[in-house]
């Protein structure tokens, strides 16, 4: 739980703010940060993958805090910039970025765009010439080889990411060079999300680091930046471990003296999302009915899947929990099994699968679901049955900052004409 979000101070914003509500501890935010950073690879840079949680206030606090950005669209680098990211510390990354995106990349001055192919490439290029300009890029590479226990596996397996090692030959180089408005600077490799094992971080870590130097002794190329991805787990479910961070310190320190003469010259790269957010958010949602189906109890609360999808593991074959605790007015001190539903006119809209709750738990207490703070509301199909967008609070320490304010229901017509 987070360090400052206690139960009482949820009550109190949900009092004050309604419900649903997102609540996102700035100090449990910092503690990760500087967790993270004391267990890197010493020297390198960390980036803030804003598709996590791409507030404009949650990315001000990385910025004050010395990390770099990472964006995935046109929108999330506007809001870097808006957060005050220099261009110099922003990265982009996508198998889909259009010309446009491109062109505003560009303009902006960002440090390194993240290529996928040649045909990217040529397509920076060609923009970079319209402006009079040279771009640095990187090639962002699918491996041929993946070791992890990674939720999600980004490469090593067939993927609408990167150029595949396998196609890294002297045509590829030389092709590259043909380009007079670009000019290549490294790597990117991303293994894999939710990455728990530390022995999994170190070996993909390595190998991104070996294949990066690999490729420019053979290609004759500097390797100026290296960027090895991230995957930071947090714990979720009770039957996972939460990543050993001192085990990766101890693995990363090991590495950096066998690798440390190889980059001397090369500025080394992680990012993190999930790992920076998640635990330092949870999702607030009030009970509006309790009642019994068939033999089983439901909760039916004000917030579901449309605003919180990872919860309702919607999109996935197996689900499972997150955790979460309800905050009720009388306690029976007896658990009974629970299924906590949203306000949603489908089936799926299940946030709490048969869960272990207190049998008092009633109309108008809070179901509190933790490990929120990452791929929560930003992540969900908001516009599904059209409630208005929950509060969105940073709470510091005794004070709070509303990031979001709640919308309204006449905010569902932006944008829209009749007939």
Known sequence: MAKFIDDNRIKQLADDH???LYIYDKGRMLDDLNALKDALYPGASLYYAMKANPLLGICEVFRQNGTGVEVASAGELCVALKA???????????????????RYAIENGIKIINIDSIREASIVDKLAKETDSVVDVAIRINPSSCR???????????????????DLNERFFESLKTFDNISFKGIQIYMG???????????????????????????GFKLKYLNCGGGFGVRYFKNEQPLDMRALADGMRELHERMKDELEDTEVIFESGRF??????????KVLYRKESKGQRFLICDGGSNIHSSSAFLGRFVRNNFPLHAIAKNRSGEDTETTICGPLCTSLDVVGQKVALDAGVKEDD?????QSGAYGYTYSPGK??????????????DSYHILRQRGSVSDLLYGQQGL
């Open 18 to 20: 309604g419900t649903p």
């Open 84 to 102: 005050g990211f220099a261009p110099k510390n922003i990265i982009f990354t996508s198998p889909g970025k259009t010309e446009e995106e491109i």
């Open 148 to 166: 992890s226990n990674a939720k999600i596996k980004m490469t090593g397996i067939p993927s609408q990411f990167g150029v595949e090692e396998e």
């Open 193 to 219: 999300t939710q990455m728990l094992d530390p022995e999994d971080i170190i070996w993909n870590t390595t190998y991104a680091m070996e294949l990066g130097i690999r490729l420019s002794k053979k290609y």
């Open 276 to 285: 920076l957010m998640a635990p330092a958010g949870v999702m607030v949602t």
């Open 366 to 370: 809070l179901i509190v679901i933790e």
């Open 384 to 397: 599904f049955l059209s409630h208005e967008t929950p509060a969105e609070i940073l709470a510091d320490e």
